[in-house]
Structure formats: C-alpha cells, structure tokens
C-alpha cells in the first residue's frame, strides 16, 4: 500500500545518505591522511580512517560526541541482529530440540528468560569468535564481515529474494540453491578469491538453480499449491491495522523521540564549556541546534497530527448518532 511505498522510499533515501556519510570520509582521509592512518598500531590501519578524519577534521569538544555515536550506531545494529537470532532460537529451533528429546518446551515468562539467556551466551560468542579471528592472523573485523557476508549470508538471500517475486518454484527450491551456491562459496574461501568474485558467482549460481526448478511446480501437490497461493494473497492483502495491530501510537513514539531528540541537543550545548577556538564553538551550535531543530519538529508534528485527527472523530461521531 501506499504506507509501504513511503517505508521502502525512506529507507532508499536513508541508505542513500548514509553511503555518501560513511564511505566518502574514509577514502577522502586515505588521501589527505595517509601517514597518520598508517601510523595506527592495529592489524588493519585503513580501518581507522574514519576515527582518524574525526579526529583530524573536528572540534575536540566534538570528537567524543563521534566516538558515543559510533558506538551507539554499531550496538544498535548489533543489538537489532543479535535478538533477531535469539528470537528465531527460541521460538523455532528450542521447541523442535525439546520435541526431538521428549521434553515439554518453556511457555511464556520462562520462554522469556531463556529467551533472555541465548541472546546473552550468543552475544558472548560473538564477542570470544571476534577476539579470535583478529588474534588468529591479523586480518581485520571488516574483511571478516565481508567473507561471511560472501560465504553464507549471499547463498541465503538469492532465495529469499527470488521467492518474493517467483511464486510458481517446488518446495525444495531454496534448498537446492543455497546448496549450489555453496559450492562456490566453499571454493572461493579455500582458494581466497577476491570479493567481488565471490558475490558474483555466488549470486550467480545460487539464481540459476533457483531458476532451473521452475519446471518442477507443475509436480508439487496441490495443497503445495494453495499454500503458497495463500501465501501471496495475504502478502498482497492491504493491512487492517486496527485488526492485526490495534491502537496506534505512532503520535506518542514521535513525541518520545522528539523529547529525547530535544533533551539531547540541550546537552550537547555543555560542551561549550570546554575551551576551544570560535570557530569550534560554532560547529558544536551547529550541531546542537541541527539535534534540536529534529526534536522540535518531530514534536510539532505530533500534535499537528492530533489535531488533524480530533475533527475526524467528531464528525464520526456525529454522524453515528444521525443514523
């Protein structure tokens, strides 16, 4: 629907911003910052450039304020897959393991709480896999990242993806091509292919066998059949928010965030106090009225959007009692 449009719009616009934001200041500061990047004591110096640049470029009253929102952005990111996977755990994966050995799954606060634990021992994981991969040959967090993303994440989505668009594909289609992508895959780490080879074979392969079980739909069952036509129909089903969701609150979480929004750009104002030159007190004004600016408006717009509503519901009413 129309809401949809506007999210996938956002979200297009969004990554768009955020490509010029994150990549251009490191590949500007391998250029104008070569010596000072290469002097840092990691296993992979070009992964400091962007802390380099904010060093190099911003009022010191600024640079903690990057070093608190680079990690704010990296938790949240982090936060967002970790429970993600703790929650596919614990709802899909403990209760078939609990089946498989004859016991009764946990159901509501204990499910809570063990949901709870795998998201802290998956966390822990991942921090113990990350202190070791670093330590085992020097590479660097971010060309680990790439090769999984390469090695397992590619051969997941090619299927995913297709499936959106290819409904008329059997029911072992997916698995038939992430297991054809894999092979690429398994070829590409063992012999160190670079990659962009590794994303275009993957992709590649993983497509093309998807594609190949097409003609197979015509022997899937027809309960196969109807369930996947089902699948679609709901897919493509306007939703019925007061029906599937309830009462909405967008109006509340946007005076909540302008709230927060407004208090933070306040207290970027402190740093001010810190001695600096007037050029960086007004980067850190800049900054702090752009924060506030963000907050306000957000606020505005919840209570323009309440008083767009009140009209509404009195003439429903009215005409409610009419009838």
Same mark, same amino acid.
């Given at each position: ?116 634990? @795998?998201?802290? &021992?998956? /966390?822990? $994981? +991942?921090? *113990? %896999?990350? #202190?070791?991969?670093? =330590? ?123 709230? @927060?929004?407004? &208090?933070? /750009?306040? $207290? +970027?104002? *402190? %740093?001010? #106090?810190?001695?600096? =030159? ?46």
């Amino acid at each position: 629907g129309r809401e949809a449009r506007k999210a996938a719009w956002l979200g297009c616009g969004l990554m768009t911003i955020g490509a010029v934001i994150w990549m251009i200041p490191p590949m500007v500061g391998r250029l104008l910052y070569a010596q000072q990047i290469g002097s840092v004591e990691i296993a992979k110096p070009a992964e400091s450039a962007y802390a380099v640049v904010s060093m190099q470029l911003l009022p010191p009253a600024l640079v903690g304020l990057m070093v608190v929102a680079i990690f704010a952005a990296t938790m949240s990111s982090m936060d967002t897959g970790l429970n993600r996977n703790a929650a596919i755990f614990t709802k899909d994966i403990y209760p078939r393991l609990c089946k498989l050995i004859g016991r009764v799954p946990a159901e509501g606060k204990a499910l809570m709480r063990r949901g709870q634990l @795998f998201s802290m &021992i998956f /966390g822990v $994981l +991942i921090v *113990l %896999l990350t #202190l070791y991969f670093v =330590s085992r040959d020097g590479q660097g967090v971010f060309e680990y990242m790439l090769t999984l993303g390469a090695v397992l994440a590619l051969p997941l989505a090619v299927p995913m993806l297709l499936a959106m668009f290819i409904r008329k594909t059997p029911g072992w289609a997916a698995i038939f091509s992430v297991a054809m992508a894999a092979i690429p895959s398994a070829i590409g780490l063992m012999m160190q292919w670079p990659f962009e080879a590794k994303v275009l074979w993957n992709v590649g392969i993983g497509a093309t066998a998807y594609l190949l079980t097409m003609p197979f739909w015509r022997f899937e069952k027809p309960a196969y059949q109807q369930q996947v036509g089902d699948f679609f129909e709901q897919m493509h089903r306007p939703i019925d928010f007061e029906k599937e969701v309830g009462k909405a609150n967008d109006l509340k979480q946007l005076a909540i965030i302008g709230r @927060f929004a407004l &208090i933070g /750009g306040l $207290l +970027i104002l *402190l %740093l001010l #106090l810190i001695p600096q =030159s007037i050029r960086d007190r007004l980067c850190v004004l800049f900054v702090s009225g752009f924060v506030t600016g963000v907050g306000g408006l957000l606020i505005m717009a919840s209570r323009r959007s309440v008083e767009v509503q009140r009209p509404v519901s009195i003439k429903q009413d009215v005409s409610n009692e009419c009838a």
